[in-house]
Nanobody, 124 residues
Framework: QAQLVQSGGGSVQPGGSLRLSCAAS????????MGWFRQAPGKGREFVAA????????NYADSVKGRFTISRDDTKNMVYLQMNSLKPEDSAVYYC?????????????????WGQGTQVTVSA
């Protein structure tokens, strides 16, 4: 059964950086798009970034463009989210996810497998 296990996250001051990692197992993820979402308290889960199965297409939410970078290493079945210039409004639980639907995949219902979530807190 496909499974995603996340690591990374934590607390950082505004302007700082964090990297989230997502390890995939139990499936052929090289043929899947990968995405990151986040959910702040009292809010819905929102799209952050997605990377196509080929690695040739990327989507970012406007709020993170120029600051976040999504990448994948298919030799290790890993997906990463590098987050720079973090802001307090980036604080949320972050989730990685797998999609086998047609690109673009920016909605939660495009994704079928989810990681367990990891907390990111940005505060002074």
């Amino acid at each position: 059964q496909a499974q995603l296990v996340q690591s990374g996250g934590g607390s950082v001051q505004p302007g700082g950086s964090l990297r989230l990692s997502c390890a995939a197992s139990g499936g052929t993820f090289i043929f899947a798009h990968m995405g990151w979402f986040r959910q702040a308290p009292g809010k819905g889960r929102e799209f952050v970034a997605a990377l196509s199965r080929s690695g040739g297409q990327i989507n970012y939410a406007d709020s993170v463009k120029g600051r976040f970078t999504i990448s994948r290493d298919d030799t290790k079945n890993m997906v990463y989210l590098q987050m720079n210039s973090l802001k307090p409004e980036d604080s949320a639980v972050y989730y990685c996810a797998v999609s086998r639907q047609t690109w673009p995949v920016i909605n939660t219902n495009n994704y079928s497998v989810w990681g367990q979530g990891t907390q990111v807190t940005v505060s002074a």
